[in-house]
């Protein structure tokens, strides 16, 4: 059996949409499926929309989260409540197109591949500052981490290996996206175009998704604390060379010049030492918020899960 897990945030439109789309692709290839929508704290009718999709169909299935607690938690709540042979996570504006799905499934099915991820081959209506930034971003995780992320999304399909593996990491900060490559396992490509959202808007502004990109980067990689020595390891040589600059116009009597170099001098190491406490705080406070151990998510409603389900808590 196929689990399809669909974030959905303020999504009350392409929900039903989704789900009919989803449905009538998945059934007319005789695939057996369960679609797990995960409503993210959502202020419109999506709930109600959920509600009503599952008491229509007892396939689909429907989670609740108490208040917004993002995609990622999203993601990791379907899985933990899938009990598929495999899951896909798609998106519920149907920018992830349902035939992909199946060209997925399909690469799974023949049985040597446990991960399979679709890549954007073209990025759809996107502003080319947010091109810019995405490929920088990428080119960052790339080289901090050695994970080749380019144009992927989190459109994925897990064998159930490879979803056991990656519930069975701890951390509460989660990079799905990273994280199911990290994980290794046979991993297969396809390509798809983004098509054009359905309803509405995109859920993350611009903020939000440079806020997203430092979570995800901190949490997958420490290469940033790495900068702070780098800065130092310069700052030092620079010390030296003025030091001896210093040192020698002591000796020949020529020390009451350079003021303004103490200025400058004072101006960028305190720069530098503070971009680097900001570094190192920002790190801090991902391990603060890891050790404190709260749950990624908290759920206040569950609809079609029957009890003894293996995977029903
Ligand atoms: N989403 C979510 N929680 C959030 C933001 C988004 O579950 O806090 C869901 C959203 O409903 C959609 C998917 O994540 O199904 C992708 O969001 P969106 O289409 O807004 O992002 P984009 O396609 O612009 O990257
Ligand atoms: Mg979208």
Known sequence: MLSVIIPAYNEQDNAPLAASAI??????????????FVNDGSSDRTWLRLTQLAASDERIKAISF????????????GLENACGDACAIM?????????????????????????VEARKRSRGEESASHRGLAKLFYKLIQRASGVDMADTSDFKLLDRRAVDALLAMPERLTFFRAMSGWIGFETKRV??????????????????????????????????????????????????IFG?????????????????TVILLQLITSA????????????????????????????????????????EK
């Open 91 to 115: 998106d519920c504006d149907l920018q992830h197109p349902p035939e992909t799905l199946i060209e997925m499934y399909k690469l799974w099915a023949q049985g040597d591949t446990d991960v």
């Open 66 to 77: 108490s208040r917004n607690f993002g995609k990622e938690a999203a993601i990791f709540a």
């Open 244 to 260: 001896i600059d210093t040192l020698y116009n002591t000796i020949t009597g020529n020390s009451a010049e350079g003021f303004p």
């Open 272 to 311: 530098i030492i503070m971009f680097s406490l900001g570094i190192i705080g920002y790190y801090l406070a991902k391990i603060y918020e890891e050790i404190k151990q709260r749950p990624r998510y908290i759920i206040s409603e569950k609809l079609n899960f029957t009890p003894g389900d293996k995977n």
């Open 191 to 240: 390509y798809f175009d983004v098509a054009e959202r359905a309803n509405g808007e995109s859920k993350f502004s611009f903020r939000s998704l440079v806020r997203y990109a430092l979570t995800s980067i901190t949490s997958f990689t420490s290469a940033p604390m790495q900068l702070v020595t780098v800065a130092g390891v310069i700052t030092f040589i620079i010390a030296v």
């Open 23 to 36: 449905s009538r692709v998945l059934s007319s290839y005789n695939i057996d499926y369960e679609l797990i």
